[in-house]
């Protein structure tokens, strides 16, 4: 209920977003005529087409966009035709005739299909294919949701809800704009020249729409912004994140949190054949979730594959599930490259399906569970950390299902780059998407949604605040680099800095170069670079290119590429 909430204010609030406006003409067309009849079919006609084709664009895949891109242009040409008979009543005459031997013939009902609901729900059918509102935080969250869960009835009530909340927001307006378009008529005698100004709106609405003017100048002019409002009812809604357990005391009873759940959904195995719960029986299993470009996941790799060595031949199974955050980790051959860059030699699950995942209603990378040997879930672990405990229960685990001497002492990987362990900074700065689905902290202006555009970064810049310069293209998880030479400056806290990052669709190398505090980073190079700050995207993964060698401290970080097509996803700090 409280998501159906969220996102019905989030639909109302979307006619304060710079999206709606070339919409608005084609509501207002009909706003002289009876509400009823006219107003409220075309609105519902609208809601439902858009749930549809975002549920469809959420769950389907690219056939999805491209059908509707299709109907985009089936539309444009249909509300075209309508903005030309607005305009000029002899163009209005001439579409007509085709259909006046028909008129004559229907004469008795002519004044009803004046107002027929059914042209106007059409109307807002192909007003529907044209909607395409900023996907503010609440829209984000909702497609985000829908892309994870896959089509189901909650999805598109979802949706739909959405949309039913920009309807009703739009009816107020319409309603109040009829009384105002009557008004005119009455004390102007202006009937004619409203209706050909509804015209040129609603041709400049297609215009603005076809170029694109709808994501791209508009985002970026709009003195209202429902980013803020919205992201405030999200945290206002939203429950508090569940904090991680630590794991469980040697002397304390371990619960049974539950049954191991079915492994039949990974959509490929590495390094073993499929594993199934049946199989498994007798040995003592550790389930860990991970993505190849998660920070934490790979700081937690080092001592879950040093416990896979380690007892493997004491009645331990360890289970890799990569479930991937971003599209590139659906890839089989980057996922392959990852296992043999991190030297993983246990089994590996590729859940790009998120089957496993919702099966253990897992909502966190990395996320450790302990199943004893009877095939029972005894413990859970989320985050980094507590490596010495978790041994523990493992211990534990191989004890109590009769396994006998055990390896002593706990596993100490040393590891090094970007699998070294954390600084533990507590002010360091936080997660940042560089898409602009998640995106937060830019100073840089409005982001150009899905449109090319020149960013120009400020001289300064708060903590945590980050821009870019030059000409990119900002996707929903990502940006890229259309020219090169192009920035991205970053006033960071924390000893390390990692960015996800990848070549463009060529896959060529793409070259960049490093500058902390306007300088060469010297002793203060990540593993990926060098000391005058010199590195090279060869793949899509995480770049380690700060790491100060002093401890933690606030600093002005800057990548220039010196080729375009460079993909940047994440930042990441430690």
């Known amino acids: 209920m409280i998501l159906l909430t969220l996102a019905f204010l989030g639909g109302v609030l979307t006619i304060l977003s710079p999206c709606i406006l070339p919409v608005l003409p084609f509501v207002f067309a009909r706003a002289d005529r009876p509400f009823a009849r006219n107003g409220l079919p075309m609105l519902i006609g609208m809601a439902l087409t858009f749930a549809l084709v975002a549920t469809l664009a959420a769950v389907g895949g690219g056939w999805a966009v491209r059908a509707n891109q299709f109907g985009r242009y089936i539309a444009l040409a249909v509300l075209a035709v309508l903005g030309l008979t607005l305009l000029s009543a002899h163009v209005a005459e001439w579409i007509s005739r085709p259909f006046v031997k028909l008129g004559n ?16 729900a059409g109307l807002g059918v192909a007003t529907g294919l044209l909607w395409a509102p900023c996907a503010g935080p609440i829209l984000g969250l909702l497609l985000t949701g829908a892309a994870i869960q896959g089509a189901s009835v909650q999805t598109t009530l979802l949706l739909l809800t959405y949309a039913s909340g920009a309807a009703v927001s739009l009816a107020l307006a319409l309603v109040i704009g009829g009384r105002v378009f009557a008004a005119m008529k009455r ?8 209706r050909r100004a509804l015209g040129v709106l609603v041709l400049c609405g297609v215009a603005a729409i076809a170029l694109g003017v709808d994501t791209g100048l508009l985002t970026r002019v709009s003195l209202a912004s429902t980013g803020g409002i919205e992201q405030k009812l999200i945290d206002a809604v939203r429950p508090a994140p569940v904090q991680a357990e630590p794991a469980p005391k040697t002397d304390a009873p371990l619960p049974v949190e539950g049954e ?33 470009s ?21 009645g331990l199974v360890v289970i890799g599930v990569h479930a991937p955050e971003f599209a590139f980790e659906k890839d089989p051959a980057n996922v392959a490259k990852a296992i043999k860059d991190f030297k993983l030699t246990y089994p590996v699950a590729m859940d790009n399906d998120y089957a496993i995942w919702k099966g253990f209603n897992n909502e966190y990378w990395p996320a450790h569970y302990f199943i004893d040997a009877h095939g029972q879930i005894r413990a859970h672990h989320f985050g980094e950390g507590q490596y010495a405990e978790s041994e523990d229960v493992i211990r534990r685990l191989l004890s109590d299902a009769g396994y006998k001497d055990l390896p002593g002492g706990h596993v100490q990987p040393g590891a090094s780059g970007a699998e070294a362990a954390g600084s533990n900074d507590m002010s360091r700065s936080p997660e940042t998407y560089v898409g602009y689905e998640r995106s ?13 555009f020149r960013y120009k970064a400020p001289s300064t810049l708060a903590a945590n605040q980050w821009s870019l310069d030059g000409s990119w293209t900002v996707m929903p998880h990502y940006a890229t680099l259309d020219a090169s030479n192009g920035s991205v400056v970053y006033r960071f806290r924390g000893r390390d800095l990692h960015l996800v990052l990848g070549p463009g669709e060529d896959g060529k ?22 000391a005058d700050g010199n590195g090279t995207i060869d793949g899509q993964r995480l770049y380690q290119l700060v790491r100060q060698a002093h401890g933690t401290g606030e600093r002005t970080f800057e990548i220039t590429f010196l080729d375009p097509n460079a993909r940047v996803y994440a930042f990441t700090f430690g």
């Open 509 to 530: 190398p793409v070259r960049f170069r490093v500058t902390l505090d306007g300088k060469a980073p010297g002793d203060d190079h990540g593993s990926d670079i060098d």
């Open 105 to 120: 013939r229907l004469s008795e009902r002519a004044e009803a299909q004046q107002d027929s609901p059914w042209s106007a």
């Open 440 to 452: 937060d902290g830019f100073a840089g202006g409005q982001i150009a949604h899905d449109d090319s």
């Open 294 to 314: 998660c920070i934490n996941c790979i700081r937690s790799l080092p001592y879950v594959n040093a416990w896979a060595q380690k007892y493997r031949d004491h």
């Open 260 to 292: 191991l759940p079915s492994l039949a959904g990974a959509t490929q195995w590495f390094n073993s054949a499929p594993l199934t719960p049946e199989s498994l029986r007798g040995k003592v299993v550790l389930v860990d979730f991970w993505t190849y």
């Open 187 to 194: 004390s102007l005698g202006a009937g004619e020249w409203v």
